[in-house]
């Protein structure tokens, strides 16, 4: 029977940790300075602070990103639409910032709606534009993904379609600190 005393031991010990654990999880815990505990449904006193130091009502009355704001940000979009020539090339930089001629030049830009919901907003603008004269050995950068690719071959080339391009475009928005961000170019829809 000696040997079965040991074992005896172990689990009641085991058993009995346990069940401490068990309740110590489940025992209420006085709220410091008289505060209610979370478990109640009363609502908490004072101003609750959002991430960025600013109360969530503050929050929620940030106005939206301006119109200029978002001009500027589908600008440089645009902008950053480059034709490489075969000589400026860099392979050995590729982190390096793309030079190049741009692709495209603003017609008319137009912010067709623009939402919020807490610290994101979306805004979708209407870029009209031209190609303009170049050639070169690739595209690159900003709306490359959305040029068709027979357009691409057709301006590398050095046939320029005389069109205007009409491209829809959505930003996502992210409050940072006391200012927007993009933090996201996409398609829009169609409508």
């Known amino acids: 029977m000696r040997t079965d005393q040991p074992r005896m031991k172990i689990r009641r010990a085991a058993l009995i940790f346990v069940a401490g654990i068990i309740t110590a999880s489940c025992s ?20 609750v602070r959002a991430p960025g130091g600013q109360t969530a009502e503050a929050k929620a ?3 939206p990103p301006s119109e200029s704001q978002i001009e500027r940000e589908c600008l440089a979009l645009l902008r950053s ?9 860099r392979t050995d930089c ?10 495209l030049t603003v017609r008319q830009m137009k912010t067709d709606a623009v939402s919020c919901s807490g610290d ?16 070169g050995e690739r595209i690159a950068g900003g709306l490359t993904a959305w040029i068709p690719p027979e357009q ?23 409050h940072r ?15």
């Open 61 to 63: 009355d940030l106005p």
């Open 120 to 135: 994101t907003c979306n805004a979708v603008v209407t870029i009209r534009a031209l190609f303009n004269p170049g050639s």
């Open 177 to 191: 600190g006391d200012s927007w961000q993009a933090v996201e170019f996409d398609r829009a829809p169609v409508e």
């Open 28 to 47: 209420e815990k006085s709220a410091p300075d008289g505060q209610n505990n979370a478990n109640t449904s009363e609502a908490p006193r004072g101003p």
């Open 94 to 103: 590729p982190g390096c910032p793309v030079g190049g001629t741009e692709v």
């Open 152 to 174: 691409r071959s057709a301006y590398l080339s050095g046939q320029i379609p005389s069109n205007e391009q009409v491209y829809r475009v959505q930003i996502t928005y992210k």
């Open 81 to 89: 639409t480059k034709v490489i020539p075969a000589q400026g090339a």
